[in-house]
């Protein structure tokens, strides 16, 4: 029996407890038929969750159920990113101290406390907005399994010669002083000063040099010229200087005048200085014109002591002092703001540095070629989003970092020996290990036995590009690996294509030499008003998802949610959220509706074969069968918005306008074969639309297969029981014509009511109907289906010649 109305801020909690109690998302390890294995993105623990999440993880769980109704056994594990630089810093805001001012396991322990309580919440909102992941699967980066294996995966790329340290230019955030990739890079434009400076060359000459980082002045090197620019060509060679008191320990910065092509002579005076480092291009001709190396910005962002009275200055204010000297010295030619685009750090928008520093490196540069080939073997949901990883991949510059000089991460499981320089590595039974806190078991190959440990920790990255190692419990379990690696599919947003998506498959291919899932499907964000990704900061807690929930129930978010194509961005729209509220209600009314029409019937009646179906039955169904066939086709390519916008049209259009219209009197029957005919009709079409739609909207469609379609239906919840099986002999090409004529007439006679002011259930006395030859035989059959929706007490068929369907015609006599 379904309760007299649904209300959802009751039903949705209760159905909520009742999945969890059941464990009705489990996955069966030891089951027979195929694995569908999902490769969660685990949120990073980083402030709450917003509603851009539960924009895309709807996504994924819309596709996890239809597998699961499809009888493959869904592993669908939820994890959460909780180890370090992104969860750092929500750390230190939360509790309002930074890392640095306190001791690093009173720090660590800060962070395993909010990172406990933040995952919690995640939880008990994933488990409201009714993701039917297995929660017995729940794992975390942080934790000693995920530190194993991702020291195991370190271990075996040093192994292998795809990790290697040296000590060289490094990106560097002055911020969060650490070292990061080129992936963690965000191009932002900022006016800068660009300043002419008067360089004086041997000869007494004046040689303009202009520049954007004049407090780089004490690390300056050479000047560099284009070999064929003829204004500088004959200087190549001889030295130019300005005088460098008081900003620098020298009294005057003296440098060579070098030839090289990459100078652009049409960039400011077309000489450009060289200091160690301002971009990529001074490190290029560090490297290969052999340079000295002066550090005149320190790990802190400060300047160092080659910097004269600006020593400690941060960065900003040591530019302005060193330009106030300059422009005393009458050594400023001219001054202009300009746009200017700089490398900033994603994480805290920190213009990046490049800092001589010892750094571990994974190689990816040698490799290009290799992950183009492994992207081409993935099949990419939208297709296009696998250009974007392939311009990623032709334009990597940096072999991958992933050393950071930080406090919550992996250690690196490694010692150097104090007295060769060798590298120890720890074995696995060693692991997890922290080498700061335990010391090497074994001796170095030169008999030394003193060592010191990797002070660094990996970046976040270099840990959850294993969650499908991790999740396939690699190393430790090969037989559990041989059978849930690799994952049938990884669900992200595009904005992490270059890190996640990427870092997965470089792992994944240096490990195992096999692509780390078949396809990947990718999501889109979604978007606040100022067309900006909606971000943590813009969504507090307390306008977050879980009140948007508690106001306009969790089906209707995820109403939302679905419905926009695979990778496209998105609006928070709050009409497409009263939309799916409406699709509840009419879902609910309409069942409501059925209730005590299908009653009476058995289980064996609704699951046998056909009654005698009317032409309008055997309509419905035809569409009926059509539908299904579209949407799962769609949803077999996660295009999850399509499928559902076709369902959706044929459960208000054909089954409740139009069909319900017509077979309405045979409902109301109190019995016979026509009764049947339809009662048999509307079962089918009702539980079909049901299923259909419950990967999107759980709760309302649980709510009524307890209620009415479990008695027949017979599965435990409609969440297992089965995607609704194919009969294409129901496909009728007859039936569908026979249908369209049906409605023509029945609008034909609305209309007719409608410019007659007569309410659409008026009746009318008799109804002349012209139709072709070939509908007289099953439209006679037709006949109580069309007086009923006409309310016309008498129907005649005056025409038999043969028309085309529009030019049917009624001719009604009130
Ligand atoms: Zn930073
Ligand atoms: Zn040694």
Avoid at 648 to 676: H, P, T, V
């Amino acid at each position: 029996m379904l309760p007299d109305r649904y209300a959802f801020r009751e039903a949705e909690p209760r159905l909520a407890s009742l999945w969890a109690d059941a464990d009705l998302y489990a996955f069966d390890p030891t089951g027979s038929g195929p694995i569908f294995m999902i490769d969660t993105p685990p949120p990073t623990v980083s402030g709450e969750l917003h509603i851009g999440h539960c924009y895309s993880y709807t996504q994924t769980d819309v596709i996890a159920r239809f597998h699961r109704m499809r009888g493959e056994r869904v592993f669908y594990p939820m994890g959460f990113d909780d180890n370090g630089l992104p969860t750092e810093r929500f750390v230190e805001k939360t509790i309002g101290r930074k890392a640095t001012e306190m001791e690093r396991a009173d720090f660590l322990a800060h962070c395993l406390e909010l990172i406990q309580q933040t995952e919690d919440r995640f939880e008990a909102l994933w488990r409201r907005l009714s993701l039917s992941a297995d929660w017995h699967y729940r794992y975390s980066t942080i934790s000693s399994q995920a530190q194993r294996t991702s020291q195991a995966a370190f271990i075996q790329l040093y192994k292998d010669g795809y990790a290697y340290t040296q000590v060289a230019p490094t990106l560097w955030c002055p911020e969060c002083q650490t070292a990061i990739a080129q992936a963690e890079i965000e191009d932002i434009l900022l006016p800068t000063l660009f300043s002419t400076l008067a360089f004086r060359v041997q000869d007494g000459s004046i040689l303009p040099i202009a520049t954007t980082r004049p407090e780089l002045l004490p690390a300056c090197v050479a000047i560099f010229v284009h070999p064929n620019d003829a204004r500088y060509a004959h200087l190549i060679g001889s030295t130019a200087s300005i005088e460098g008191s008081p900003f620098t320990s020298r009294e005057h910065i003296t440098v060579p005048i070098l030839g090289d092509e990459l100078a652009d002579p049409a960039k400011g005076s077309g000489a450009v200085m060289c200091c160690t480092f301002g971009d990529s291009t001074d490190v290029l001709w560090w490297r290969t014109h052999a340079l000295p190396l002066l550090a005149a910005i320190g790990r802190d962002g400060r300047m160092t002591a080659l910097a004269g009275d600006c020593a400690g200055l941060p960065i900003a204010a040591a530019r302005k002092r060193i330009l106030a000297h300059l422009a005393e010295k009458g050594l400023i030619l001219h001054q202009e703001t300009i746009e200017h685009t700089v490398g900033a750090h994603e994480r805290c928008g920190t213009p990046v540095e490049y800092l001589h520093t010892r750094q571990w490196f994974i190689r990816v540069l040698d490799q290009k070629e290799r992950f183009l080939e492994a992207g081409r073997r993935i099949h990419w949901q939208p297709e296009y989003m696998r250009a974007r990883y392939e311009h990623w991949v032709e334009n990597l510059q940096w072999d991958w970092c992933i050393s950071r000089q930080r406090f919550l991460g992996v250690p690196f499981p490694a010692w150097t020996c104090r007295a060769c320089g060798e590298i120890l590595l720890a074995t696995l039974d060693q692991l997890p290990i922290d080498p700061r806190t335990t010391t090497a078991e074994q001796s170095c190959r030169c008999g030394c036995t003193d060592f010191d440990p990797e002070p660094d920790v990996m970046d976040t990255w270099a840990t959850s590009s294993c969650t499908p190692l991790l999740i396939g419990h690699w190393p430790d379990d090969p037989a559990w690996f041989a059978q849930h690696f690799p994952a049938t599919l990884r669900p992200q947003a595009h904005d992490i294509i270059r890190t996640w998506a990427f870092y997965t498959i470089v792992k994944a291919l240096y490990i195992t030499d096999e692509i780390p899932w078949r396809s990947i499907m990718i999501s889109g964000h979604a978007l606040s008003a100022q067309r900006s990704k909606i971000s943590k900061s813009k969504a507090p807690m307390a306008s977050g998802p879980m009140a948007l929930i508690e106001q306009e129930s969790a089906d209707a978010l995820r109403y939302w949610a679905t419905s926009v194509k695979t990778g496209n961005d998105t609006f928070f729209n709050p009409e497409t959220l009263a939309i799916g509220r409406r699709l509840v209600n009419k879902l609910w009314n309409a069942s409501r509706f059925a209730e005590p029409r299908l009653k009476d019937y058995t289980q064996s009646f609704f699951a046998g074969a056909a009654p005698a179906l009317l032409p309008t039955d055997r309509w419905l169904l035809s569409r009926m069968e059509q539908t299904i066939a579209y949407a799962t086709r769609e949803l077999e390519q996660g295009e999850y918005a399509t499928a559902r916008s076709e369902i959706e049209r044929f459960f208000w259009s054909d089954l409740c306008d139009n069909y319900l219209e017509l077979a309405k009197a045979r409902l109301y029957q109190e019995g016979g074969s026509a009764r049947d005919a339809a009662a048999w009709t509307l079962y089918h079409a009702l539980l079909t639309v049901l299923k259909v739609l419950s990967p999107y909207l759980p709760y309302i469609t649980e709510e009524i297969y307890q209620g009415l379609f479990r008695q027949w239906d017979g599965a435990a919840s409609i969440h297992t029981s089965c995607w609704p099986i194919m009969h294409s002999e129901r496909i009728d090409a007859e039936a569908e014509e026979t249908g369209k004529m049906l409605l023509e007439l029945l609008h034909q006679v609305r209309r007719y009511k409608a410019e007659h002011n007569l309410s659409v259930g008026a009746e009318v006395a008799t109804l002349h109907i012209n139709v072709p030859a070939k509908f007289q035989v099953t439209l006679a059959s037709a006949l109580i289906d069309l007086k009923s929706a006409t309310r016309a007490r008498d129907i005649e068929i005056v025409g038999t010649k043969f028309i085309a369907p529009n030019d049917l015609s009624t001719d009604i006599i009130e």
